[in-house]
């Protein structure tokens, strides 16, 4: 079999939406840490059995599957998700990363554990927590008198002081803490006293029941002016000079247990004078525990990080409140103190994952009503009114977890990642009805009893540095960086500089005090990484992988981009290779509602390239002009639709960028010179490009025919 000639794009398609939909319910091993913008287990499945496997995809996909011996190699391994594949139907892993926490992340999904002495260790651990520290997490019942209840989250809203009265005021940008979605009603807090008031309609929102002021919606916050309410002083923010925002705790979500029976909706609280004395024992506490595992680390200018400075925060510890801290240094002794080392790396490893939820960038989600943690945006936007989860969790009569973001979620996600290593399973969906199928035979790790040992070799090291022995590797399958899209540095040092600290600045790959390299292959504008960069980097990775491929081999990778330069890169770095592109293949690999996507226009489809040596081309890719391009995309968007797939403007450049690039790939190997400078390679192929016609009326028109059928359903 061969990917060009197998791979199902409407099947593939219609599994990774799916996916993408509730990706922990058919990978649970995401769960395992954070990474970004993870492309579907499915396509990586995907391309391994349409290489190695027998007979249709649509029935192998439901049966266990062995590729042993086969060495499948991931240059840019990120969270690992074609290595993980590859490693479940047993093939022998090779993966890199230049991101230390990659090489980590990648080792804690594929490592066995015992799932049952980690739930024991996390029990011990979360009763030690819940001992020093539960009762920073409890609150009393106002309306049925209930004490000690837990809190789900607590909402805080910056302060300033007033530049001309000099007295406190509340930076709020809206008054609405949650809408009717999911509660049986709006909920305001009052501009002038602060208690939570529950409107049955946000249009005619009345006068608070406490004070008898008008209720509002929209807040006096904008684009970083404020009014004074006191004086009317037009106060501008941030104040970086004055150090890391001040916040107030204006409200308070909470969970009573003992009321579930009678009590509809949620349960929403102004803080009373013991909630506020609590927060006042956190900081207490906090001011008199001296820090042994919270880093003192600052936070280094960048891209993404520079929005921090431009708040006032210069280290990361100054992201946390005290009450986070304190939790958080009390979690890192206690795994500090876990004797067993597997164990151990295990609760290190849901610390620094927990980090996402328990700092105070975090915001409250005022329709689902949950927190979104610091990564649900690839970058570190500060928010107005941040959200502080529980950091125990919550578990219910049932065993089941009430409101994200504390050590429970994390346990629970956890347990359920490793479990699925030993067991795997595939999800199928008939009409409505999903079943879980088990893959018996399969499984993900190293080695287990009876069954023959797979090398798994993962390495903390710029792919720009590798160098395979020739004519080792049985197929790349790979995800490189999009260029500019995610610092992955930049972003991962917020656990990076905890997780060091933690396990030790002795662990191999643990040596540099950032996670950050020059070497990484994004486009940083502080760092002044260009495309050349880019294309360079990516020239010698591909250089590499395509000498440690055995002959006719392939190297497959997704891509996606809004603007065509990175997609020259990406061509350039293929023909220095020596490598034809015998294929494009698109695959949804995103997910249109991701608060990272939502609006941008961006595609959720990735372009699969193809490549090998020498071999024949994909059926039906061939084109020699863009009205043969435009039939050929008519027959690709047709298999997204059959999948279920509503393609968008920004769906159809990409794939439209995937096939230039391919089509130029073609007109120029032959002629290659991989000698010319770097600028001059780009410029040529961007040539080449260019002469295959006008690009942009195709998109357009092909996304108008799009959009029609869209208003036509
Ligand atoms: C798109 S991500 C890979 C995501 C991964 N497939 C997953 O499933 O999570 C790209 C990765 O390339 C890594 N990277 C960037 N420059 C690199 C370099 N020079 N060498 C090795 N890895 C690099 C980044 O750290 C990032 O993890």
């Avoid at 936070?299 to 925060?313: Q, S």
């Avoid at 992955?488 to 040092?493: A, W």
């Avoid at 890719?621 to 797939?645: I, K, N, P, V």
């Amino acid at each position: 079999m061969s990917i060009e000639r197998d791979f199902d794009v409407a099947l593939i398609a219609s599994l990774a939406l799916q996916e993408k939909q509730i990706q922990q319910n058919y990978r649970p091993i995401i769960a395992v840490h954070k990474w970004f913008a993870r492309r579907p287990g499915t396509l990586f499945w995907g391309l391994l059995l349409s290489e190695f496997g027998e007979g249709s995809l649509a029935k192998s996909y439901y049966e266990a599957n062995d590729f042993a011996g086969r060495v499948v190699a991931d240059p840019f391994m990120g969270g690992g998700t074609p290595l993980v594949e590859a490693n479940r139907v047993g093939c022998d892993v090779l993966g890199f990363d230049v991101n230390p926490m990659a090489a980590w992340i990648v080792r804690e999904e594929i490592e066995h554990l015992d799932v049952v002495a980690y739930r024991a260790v996390a029990g011990q651990l979360l009763a030690a927590l819940e001992n020093d520290i539960g009762r920073l997490y409890r609150t009393d019942c106002p309306r049925y008198g209930d004490e000690d209840v837990p809190v789900k989250y607590f909402l805080w809203v910056k302060v300033i002081d007033c530049a001309g009265c000099g007295k406190s005021l509340d930076l709020f940008p809206g008054y609405l803490v949650a809408t009717d979605a999911r509660h049986t009603s709006n909920v305001l807090v009052c501009p002038m006293c602060g208690d939570l008031n529950e409107v049955a309609d946000l249009k005619t929102p009345g006068s608070c029941a406490g004070c008898r002021g008008k209720l509002a919606t929209e807040g006096l916050a904008k684009r970083g002016r404020c009014p004074c309410p006191h004086c009317g002083e037009i106060n501008r923010y941030p104040r970086p000079e004055l150090g890391p925002p001040r916040h107030r705790l204006f409200a308070i979500e909470y969970f009573n247990p003992r009321q579930r029976e009678r009590h509809k909706g949620r349960f929403f609280k102004k803080p009373d004078a013991k909630d506020l004395e609590r927060v006042e024992q956190a900081s207490k506490g906090w001011g008199e525990t001296s820090a042994e595992f919270v880093p003192d680390q600052e936070i280094l200018p960048g891209d993404e990080t520079d929005r921090l400075h431009r708040w006032g925060y210069r280290f990361y510890r100054e992201l946390m409140s005290g009450r986070q801290l304190l939790g958080l240094e009390l979690s890192c002794r206690l795994i500090a103190a876990t004797p067993d080392k597997r164990l151990r790396n295990a609760l290190a490893t849901n610390l620094s994952d927990l980090l996402r939820y328990q700092n105070m960038l975090c915001r409250y989600d005022t329709t689902s009503l949950k927190s979104l943690d610091i990564f649900s945006v690839h970058g570190f936007p500060v928010g107005l009114v941040q959200c502080e989860s529980n950091l125990l969790g919550i578990v219910n009569g049932k065993g089941v977890n009430i409101g994200s973001g504390g050590w429970t979620n994390i346990v629970e996600k956890y347990a359920r990642a490793k479990s699925y290593c030993d067991a795997p399973f595939e999800v199928r969906t008939q009409g409505r009805r999903k079943t879980t199928t088990p893959i018996k035979g399969e499984w993900i790790g190293e080695r287990r009893p009876g069954a023959r040992p797979r090398s798994v070799a993962l390495r903390c090291l710029s792919s720009t540095m590798v160098e395979l022995a020739p004519g080792s590797v049985d197929a790349v399958f790979t995800d490189p960086p999009y260029f500019g899209n995610v610092q992955y540095g930049e972003l991962m040092d917020f656990c990076y500089v905890w997780l060091r600290q933690l396990v030790g600045a002795g662990v191999e790959d643990f040596r540099r005090p950032s996670s950050r390299s020059l070497d990484e292959l994004t486009g940083n504008a502080t760092e002044s990484r260009g495309i050349e960069h880019f294309t360079e980097g990516l020239s010698s990775v591909y250089r590499a992988m395509a000498r440690a491929l055995k002959p006719g081999a392939p190297l497959a990778f997704t891509f996606h981009h809004n603007r065509i330069e990175p997609y020259h890169a990406v061509g350039v770095a293929i023909l220095d290779a020596g490598l034809a592109c015998l294929a494009t293949l698109p695959c949804p690999a995103e997910m249109g509602g991701s608060i990272h996507i939502h609006g941008t226009g961006s595609s959720i489809v990735d372009t699969i390239f193809v490549c090998r040596k020498r071999g024949a081309a994909r059926p039906g890719q061939a084109f020699d002009s863009l009205d043969e391009l435009a039939t050929l995309m008519d027959g690709e968007l047709d298999l997204l639709r059959a999948a279920g797939m509503t393609p968008t403007a920004g769906d159809i450049r990409c794939m439209v960028y995937g096939h230039l690039a391919r089509r130029a790939i073609e007109k120029r190997k032959a002629s290659w010179n991989p000698a010319l400078a770097t600028t001059a390679r780009l410029e040529l192929f961007a040539q080449t490009t260019l002469e295959l016609g006008d690009c942009q009326g195709l998109i357009e028109s092909l996304a108008k025919v799009e959009e029609t059928a869209g208003l036509a359903l």
